[in-house]
């Protein structure tokens, strides 16, 4: 499966964007997806996963209650929706995939990255 990431951009804090990672390739949607997202100097984090049908969700401790995932198997589209963005929210943002079951919550559970959009927060 191929990825692409878009939705990225500037943004005042307290500002909210959608992030959606559209995929193509193998037409089955049974993949569990996660966003990541990475600053220069610190490894790739993990903010949020989904299962393959969306009954399951997972998020880091710093997004709970701001950011939401969810996924549309019929136009094959993952989105991250992100409100009361903060300036540490700033970082290029990946969507990640890979066909097996359950949330996948570590870089290493994905075998399918695409690329990433940038997010900026300004304070």
């Known amino acids: 499966v191929q990825l692409q990431a878009s939705g990225g951009g500037l943004v005042q804090a307290g500002d909210s964007l959608r992030l959606s990672c559209a995929a193509s390739?193998?037409?089955?949607?049974?993949?569990?997806v996660g966003w990541f997202r990475q600053v220069p100097g610190k490894e790739r984090e993990l903010v949020a996963a989904?299962?393959?049908?969306?009954?399951?969700?997972g998020y880091t401790d710093s997004v709970k209650g701001r950011f939401t995932i969810s996924r549309d198997n019929a136009k094959n589209m993952v989105y991250l929706q992100m409100n009361s963005l903060i300036p540490e929210d700033t970082a290029v943002y990946y969507c990640?995939?890979?066909?097996?079951?359950?949330?996948?919550?570590?870089?290493?559970?994905?075998?399918?990255w695409g690329r990433g959009t940038l997010v900026t927060v300004s304070s």
């Open positions: 990640a995939a890979n066909y097996r079951t359950g949330v996948l919550k570590t870089a290493r559970e994905y075998a399918y």
């Open positions: 390739g193998r037409t089955s949607s049974d993949y569990a």
């Open positions: 989904i299962n393959w049908n969306g009954r399951s969700t």
